[in-house]
């Protein structure tokens, strides 16, 4: 069973920056993808950025790219999203994801297997 806990909720001020941090356990995490997904009240999840296995190749939805960065340590089966220049419309709860399988980069809820619990960022104007 894999387990994924996210860490680094927090409400910030309109410009600020977060770093949110997801902890990964139960497979071997250095052979799958990554995601960062949201869900604002009243929305659907979506997609914010995905990386690949080994880190050399990232995506990011369009509204979040220039500010978010998504990384990851292999070593320590985590995966950070740090975002930066935030907005009031990034308040979310943030899920980190991992993809169901190996090898590939994609950004649709449905390749992604297992989810963490989510955290909370709020952005105040």
């Known amino acids: 069973q894999v387990q994924l806990v996210e860490s680094g909720e927090g409400l910030v001020q309109a410009g600020g920056s977060l770093k949110l941090s997801c902890a990964a356990s139960g497979r071997p995490f250095v052979n799958y993808a990554m995601g960062w997904f949201r869900q604002a009240p009243g929305k659907e999840r979506e997609f914010v950025a995905t990386?690949?296995?080994?880190?050399?190749?990232?995506y990011y939805e369009d509204s979040v790219k220039g500010r978010f960065a998504i990384t990851r340590d292999n070593a320590k089966n985590t995966v950070y999203l740090q975002m930066n220049s935030l907005k009031p419309e990034d308040t979310a709860v943030y899920y980190c994801?991992?993809?169901?399988?190996?090898?590939?980069?994609?950004?649709?809820?449905?390749?992604?297997?297992?989810w963490g619990q989510g955290t909370q960022v709020t952005v105040s104007s």
């Open positions: 994801a991992a993809d169901r399988e190996r090898g590939r980069l994609c950004t649709a809820p449905n390749c992604f297997e297992y």
């Open positions: 990386i690949s296995w080994n880190g050399k190749i990232t």
